[in-house]
């Protein structure tokens, strides 16, 4: 599960297998498609929102797929670590350094991180996920195929977020402003997840300010 989450999370490249494709909207699961993150905004469905039914226990979260005693949390931790943790028995982390790019700050303890679904899974029900099987949100609730999916952050920013969309919040460090939209848009490209009009409106005057960056996704739906 390993390998260059931190390499890869401004702009994932494609695997060698799927060649990416300029594409106006999403085509099928596993394609990889390539393209402008303003275009990729407004190929996204826009409507209204509901939470009926959410409880976060729908989404199985910080399983160990690859059975190594290190969970989906414990994973991004160690992908993200910028000074390399000491694994101890049930993979218990010691030592390390992390940086949170949603408050511009660095920190030597993994208690004081918590790894925040980008998309928060609130926000995916609302937005569609209400309609997937069981597995499929546990997928989505644990991917470490797109690191832009799960971010290692401070536990005080990440509780600030809680389950708001960029209408309402955006990181503390106006720096990375940028880069939070942009990867907002590809995790909602990866999963065909609709938009509401008042994320439609923030995404588009924030992303009117940023580089119009091609992103390149590799669809899960």
């Given at each position: 599960?390993?390998?260059?989450?931190?390499?890869?999370?401004?702009?994932?490249?494609?695997?060698?297998?799927?060649?990416?494709?300029?594409?106006?909207?999403?085509?099928?699961?596993?394609?990889?498609?390539?393209?402008?993150?303003?275009?990729?905004?407004?190929?996204?469905?826009?409507?209204?929102?509901?939470?009926?039914?959410?409880?976060?226990?729908?989404?199985?979260?910080?399983?160990?797929?690859?059975?190594?005693?290190?969970?989906?949390?414990?994973?991004?931790?160690?992908?993200?670590?910028?000074?390399?943790?000491?694994?101890?028995?049930?993979?218990?982390?010691?030592?390390?350094?992390?940086?949170?790019?949603?408050?511009?700050?660095?920190?030597?303890?993994?208690?004081?991180?918590?790894?925040?679904?980008?998309?928060?899974?609130a926000e995916a029900w609302d937005s569609g996920a209400s309609a997937w099987?069981?597995?499929?949100?546990?997928?989505?609730?644990?991917?470490?195929?797109?690191?832009?999916?799960?971010?290692?952050?401070?536990?005080?920013?990440?509780?600030?977020?809680?389950?708001?969309?960029?209408?309402?919040?955006?990181?503390?460090?106006?720096?990375?402003?940028?880069?939070?939209?942009?990867?907002?848009?590809?995790?909602?490209?990866?999963?065909?997840?609709?938009?509401?009009?008042?994320?439609?409106?923030?995404?588009?005057?924030?992303?009117?300010?940023?580089?119009?960056?091609?992103?390149?996704?590799?669809?899960?739906?």
């Open positions: 599960m390993r390998g260059g989450r931190r390499a890869l999370r401004a702009r994932r490249p494609a695997r060698p297998d799927h060649r990416p494709r300029r594409h106006a909207a999403p085509a099928c699961p596993g394609e990889t498609i390539t393209l402008p993150v303003r275009d990729a905004l407004a190929a996204l469905v826009v409507q209204d929102e509901s939470r009926t039914g959410y409880t976060r226990d729908k989404f199985k979260h910080w399983t160990d797929a690859d059975r190594d005693s290190c969970n989906t949390r414990a994973e991004v931790l160690l992908e993200e670590a910028v000074t390399t943790p000491e694994i101890g028995p049930s993979c218990t982390l010691t030592g390390g350094l992390w940086y949170s790019a949603y408050d511009d700050r660095y920190f030597d303890a993994a208690r004081s991180l918590d790894v925040d679904h980008l998309v928060p899974l099987t069981a597995k499929e949100r546990e997928l989505y609730a644990n991917d470490l195929d797109d690191p832009r999916a799960l971010i290692a952050v401070s536990a005080a920013s990440n509780r600030s977020k809680a389950d708001q969309d960029p209408s309402t919040w955006l990181p503390p460090y106006a720096g990375y402003w940028c880069q939070y939209v942009t990867d907002w848009v590809a995790d909602k490209t990866r999963y065909r997840l609709t938009i509401d009009p008042a994320e439609q409106t923030a995404l588009a005057q924030r992303l009117a300010t940023c580089p119009d960056e091609p992103i390149t996704v590799t669809l899960a739906r």
